[in-house]
T-cell receptor, first 110, second 114 residues
Framework: QKEVEQNSGPLSVPEGAIASLNCTYS??????FFWYRQYSGKSPELIMS????GDKEDGRFTAQLNKASQYVSLLIRDSQPSDSATYLC??????????FGTGTRLTVIP | DTGVSQDPRHKITKRGQNVTFRCDPI?????LYWYRQTLGQGPEFLTY????????KSRLLSDRFSAERPKGSFSTLEIQRTEQGDSAMYLC????????????FGPGTRLTVL
């Protein structure tokens, strides 16, 4: 059984701060890792993908992967109220389906 | 808008009725996935197509569920004899056929079974 664990939160940060979201996974053969953002009542929106150990930056978002520790994280710099959403971590092996965590709810306080 | 469309966006039905949902993937994507999401949970995989071939089905996909992708383009998901426990958001995603392929989700169909 593949498991993806996230802190459910809620996580609250003040506007302009760094939000740090964490995810661990159980299947060592997992190859691809994704972060999706989901606003209430909407579908998941892909914001980051990472495949290799280390950091990957895209604008205010940085994804970090450590396969040895089976850990992936997402940092959001200069958090904005519009970043308030649920962030879903997803793990994939090969070209197959995604396994999702339950998500972390982030609230950015103006 | 990711380019994946789903229809209908909302469906309310009575227990025991059959429902069918449609997904149109991004045109150049040959992989299509169906997921189900309930409140407070992440999406759960239901089934996956590569072109018209259904390659994998989750144990969540009971015999009341069937999915097709007849010409490798759009897909349908049918639920027969709906139960209240089927109430959920049904999500479709698509990806390219090369490499691992990032999956892009449609807006979903929200099903309410009364």
């Amino acid at each position: 059984q593949k498991e993806v664990e996230q802190n459910s939160g809620p996580l609250s940060v003040p506007e302009g701060a760094i939000a740090s979201l964490n995810c661990t996974y159980s299947d060592r053969v997992s190859q691809s890792f994704f972060w999706y953002r989901q606003y209430s009542g909407k579908s998941p929106e892909l914001i980051m993908s990472i495949y290799s150990n280390g950091d990957k930056e895209d604008g205010r978002f940085t994804a970090q992967l450590n396969k040895a520790s089976q850990y992936v994280s997402l940092l959001i710099r200069d958090s904005q109220p519009s970043d308030s959403a649920t962030y879903l971590c997803a793990v994939q092996t090969g070209a197959n389906n995604l396994f999702f965590g339950t998500g972390t709810r982030l609230t950015v306080i103006p | 808008d990711t380019g994946v469309s789903q229809d209908p966006r909302h469906k309310i039905t009575k227990r025991g009725q059959n429902v069918t949902f449609r997904c149109d993937p991004i045109s150049e994507h040959n992989r299509l996935y169906w997921y189900r999401q309930t409140l407070g949970q992440g999406p759960e995989f239901l089934t996956y197509f590569q072109n018209e071939a259904q390659l994998e089905k989750s144990r969540l996909l009971s015999d009341r569920f069937s999915a097709e992708r007849p010409k490798g383009s759009f897909s349908t998901l049918e639920i027969q004899r709906t139960e209240q426990g089927d109430s959920a958001m049904y999500l479709c995603a698509s990806s390219t056929g090369t490499g691992v392929g990032e999956q892009f989700f449609g807006p979903g169909t929200r099903l309410t079974v009364l």
